[in-house]
């Protein structure tokens, strides 16, 4: 489990320094004179000549349509183009076949082009304002996001297919939730190890050390992604499915589904606010409480420290009150402290020092972190599992890329919105656009809320203990193992009643099942007999049903044969069937 989830500290680093830091990189804040909260003009280059931006300009700052300007157009077209590919890798990922199964080999792929594109997107190729740098911008945000997607898609439809339990995947999902926390420690800490690099305090030097600190952070992460790809077996824990839908008619059945509905609704709500967030932090620090930057870890990293605090008691309360009214107490906490950012900094706060009010927000804030980092992948790892039990499709890749497409839509919509307010003001003394970032999330939070009490979780999880076949030995069983049991449940309902009866006869703990044709939760839908696929599925269940214990138990039965002859082969109770014809 730990070894699955330190993929989540790598993919976390790097999607989290992007998230907090291209905005901030290329829409820098100005200052004049320090942080000067008491100004009553822009502190912008028109106003106030001597002002001066954090880092260089690399890109016209200029409005377009009043809101917007390059780097909110770019960055939006960036995450829309990351929430289009998702169901195109995961319909690939679902698809694919190969000796290391079907996750893994994407993640491998992926790994490399992922941690190169994050540090090249903050390396323009003009040290000064230029069209060049635009068309490199948009370049490394296509292939970052491409990259991205190829690695977390398949990585999130290994959860279900790991967890064949809710609790192995609540355990799965915790472990991943404290990688993920960790990892936006990594990436929010980028500036401050960058600093380490530098000795200068100009805005080329500001840029430098950035750079820096994003390489060491790109390292740490392509690291920590590699570790899945060769800790986990998936070939031994996972099973291929003999059948996967086309792209549209799996994104079509997502959809359909009506507890996905709820769940996902919700979610893009929630990632839309933690998209503004996110983007914000470094504004909140800077313009707000008139920080430095180089203090955004000790502010992530108190929040993260204080969220790791809680995820025993989240795993443990998941199961007594249920993981849906957590969510919905966290989504409620999370609106009233949104409400608070609006009031950040001695503005409206002068009597309370600036740090006293981050350490006030931050033990408050981490215990819904900690719920909405760990319970919502659970959540949607249990609506995959149900809905592979009752249709007998296996669509687990379909459905998080289905989650991951919508989510990603409400995390380009949290770019979008912030990067626009901004243009209302982003620096001290000028700082409406920043602050009206929390009441913005305030609405979107209540939204999330009124969506998610719609979601029958006890329906749900009702449903999966009724439809769950019995289970195919203790979690670590080998391929061989899974595989000759699922075969055996397709052939007993493919032969006739007889045969049907004996193979029960022979294997007491083996409910015995109807002739006809059969729907495998994990194999998808038997071929028909008599064809080479269910010819080659005989052989299996034949082997495996063909060993000393299941011989022992058909001599040991009255009227049983004895164990088959070279001439009889693998089907003792055929042999013995007092009707050839129904044998």
């Known amino acids: 489990e730990l070894l699955f989830a330190l993929g989540s500290l790598g993919w976390s680093s790097i999607a989290n320094v992007v998230s907090i830091q291209l905005v901030y990189f290329y829409i820098p804040p100005e200052v004049t004179d320090g942080c000067n909260v008491n100004a009553t003009v822009p502190t912008n280059a028109s106003t106030a000549p001597e002002s001066k931006a954090i880092f260089p300009l690399y ?53 490399l082009p992922t941690a190169a594109t994050a540090f090249l997107l903050f390396w323009p190729l003009v040290d000064e304002v230029s069209a060049w740098n635009i068309v490199w911008l948009g370049i490394m945000q296509f292939l970052f996001y491409a990259a991205l997607t190829l690695y977390m898609t398949p990585y999130f439809a290994l959860l279900p297919e790991l967890g064949r339990t809710e609790q192995q995947r609540l355990d799965l999902s915790m472990w991943c939730a404290v990688c993920y926390m960790l990892g936006a420690v990594v990436g929010g800490s980028a500036p401050t190890i960058g600093r380490i690099f530098v000795s200068g305090d100009t805005p080329q030097d500001a840029a430098f050390g950035l750079r820096m600190g994003i390489v060491a952070i790109t390292i740490i992460a392509f690291i920590s992604m590699l570790v899945p790809v060769f800790a986990i077996d998936e070939v031994r824990y996972c099973l291929s499915p003999h059948k996967t839908p086309a792209i549209r008619s799996a994104i079509r059945h997502c959809l359909r589904n009506k507890f996905f509905r709820m769940y996902v609704v919700s979610d893009a709500a929630f990632f839309f606010a933690q998209s503004v967030i996110l983007t914000a932090m470094p504004f909140y620090v800077t313009v707000l409480l008139c920080e430095s930057i180089h203090i955004t870890p000790v502010v992530i990293g108190a929040i993260v420290g204080f969220s790791l605090f809680w995820c025993v008691p989240v795993n443990t309360a998941s199961h007594r009150v249920g993981k849906k009214r957590l969510v919905i107490i966290s989504l409620l906490t999370f609106t009233l402290l949104f409400a608070y950012i609006f009031f950040l900094g001695p503005r409206y706060m002068p009597g309370l020092p600036t740090m006293a009010q981050i350490f006030i927000f931050a033990p408050i804030v981490s215990l819904p972190i900690c719920i909405l980092a760990s319970l919502p992948n659970a959540i949607l790892a249990d609506i995959a599992v149900h809905d592979a039990l009752v249709t007998g499709v296996s669509n687990e890749g379909m459905f998080f890329a289905a989650r991951s497409l919508i989510q990603k839509f409400g995390t380009t919509l949290g770019v979008l919105v912030f990067a626009s307010l901004t243009n209302f003001g982003r620096s001290p003394g000028d700082d409406l656009g920043v602050r009206l970032s929390g009441p913005v999330c305030v609405v979107v939070m209540l939204a999330a ?63 015995a099942l109807p002739a006809g044709p059969s729907v495998s939760p994990t194999l998808g839908a038997s071929p028909a007999h008599g064809t080479p696929a269910a010819e080659k599925t005989s052989a299996a269940a034949a082997q495996a049903i063909d ?37």
């Open 449 to 511: 809320t009124c969506a998610f009490t719609f979601y029958d979780e006890r329906k749900l999880l009702h449903e999966i203990k009724s439809a769950a076949p019995p289970a195919g030995g203790e979690r670590g069983a080998t391929q061989a193992e899974l595989t000759a049991e699922a075969s055996l449940q397709n052939v007993k309902a493919q032969v006739s009643p007889v045969v049907a009866r004996r193979i029960a006869e022979a294997l007491p703990e083996a409910e």
């Open 547 to 583: 060993s000393p214990n299941v011989n022992s138990k058909l001599a040991g039965k009255p009227g049983a044969a004895a164990p088959p002859t070279e001439e009889q082969g693998a089907w003792p109770w055929l042999w013995s069937s007092s009707s050839t014809t129904d044998a």
């Open 59 to 111: 890109v016209i700052p200029d409005r377009i349509l009043v809101v917007f300007n390059i780097v909110v157009i770019l960055a939006s077209v960036g995450r829309l183009w990351d929430a289009v590919t998702d169901p195109m890798i995961a319909s690939f990922s679902d698809r694919l076949r190969t000796k290391r199964g079907r996750r893994i080999p994407c993640m491998a792929v992926a790994t």
